[in-house]
């Protein structure tokens, strides 16, 4: 019939297919699905039979719209590899399966390999129309390039997301983004996150603005010790580009609160830190905390950190694996105590919290500390 009905879309059936698929003898990987972003909100290991993995990355332009989906699941081995590409002057199209065949191995990121811009000596009809079924009829045509070597002819209807637009932008070491742009977010309103992070005598500001998650809205997360201090801050706002506003976090509350922790910074190894010197907690710190980890700074030296301190109960989402400026290569443990009385719990210890490429792309919003909200 054409390229885009019987290419795109067979792959595209096929694919869902295998989703919906249940077979015997299981291995393990993970399972997840986004139809508005490019990473999956949640995942959770499914049980397959092959022996693959699979990562199906879509990304859809129509009529000045942007779309990106993510899915996640056992590969169907006949779509590994597969590359669907359909192109209009007002639609674009592109699909991609990637597979990896270790347990739990498809822990990659949306990926779509970059556009063969090389004329083929095709030369299709090129006409859009939207609120009709009717044909489409134009002079117009347009050189087809790399793959694409059928002409397509598609009439339908589509159902698209909502979308609203919010700002979106990073710096990793100063309170204000040097380049802005306008992003659409499938959910209603937008995001400001504001960090400071002090470690070892260097301090780093650092602003993010993006889509709003509501499970964030108005986090405080607040970790002290004397050679490292992390503040973090999330503030939210309906409307569309609503999220212009500039680094923003509460000051601190230096109220003592009555809890003591130990207090301790060595670097350059993951032994845990022995000291018997204390620190007086303040404000929202209600509980102690261990970290030790490997972290890289913004100057790209990279070190190894093990520390004691105080800490409040949203700190788990700007420990370092959450920081903007601080970039966590390996988490070692992460222990907090509710009480003085050093009763305590590993929250971290071989799991992944929210990082920053997690901020980013919306990806494990569900930290695995979340127990402690």
Known sequence: MNAFSTTTLSVLCAVLASVFSHYSNPKTCLSGLSTT???CLEESETDCTGDQCMIVSQYIYIYGKEYRAILKDCADEA????????????VLFRGFVNC????????????IPEDDRTPNGVICPDCFMDGTLEECVSNKTRACTGSEKKCFDYRGRVQLPVFSDCYSCLSKTSTTCDKVIVIPCPQKGCMIISQYVYINGAEYYSILKGCAISQFCGALGS?????????????????ELCNNGSFYIPEDDPTPNGLV?????????????????KINCTGIEDR????????????????????????????????FNASIAVEE???DAMNWTQTIRDISRNIAKGSVCLSLEDIMTKKNWLCSCGTLL
């Open 37 to 39: 972003s490019p990473t």
């Open 79 to 90: 779509l590994c590899g597969a590359f669907g590409s359909a192109t209009q002057s007002d």
């Open 100 to 111: 990896c065949k270790e347990k739990n191995c498809n822990t990659g990121h949306f990926y």
């Open 223 to 239: 970790a002290t010790q004397d050679k490292v201090k992390v503040r973090g801050y999330v503030k939210c706002c309906p409307g």
């Open 261 to 277: 922790c130990p207090n301790c910074f060595i670097n350059g190894t993951l032994k845990e830190c022995v000291s018997t010197k």
């Open 288 to 319: 102690c905390f261990e970290y030790r980890g490997t972290d890289k700074l913004p100057d790209d030296s990279v070190g190894n950190y093990s520390f004691k301190g105080c800490m409040n109960s949203f700190a788990c989402k700007y420990n």
């Open 329 to 331: 290569i390996q988490g």
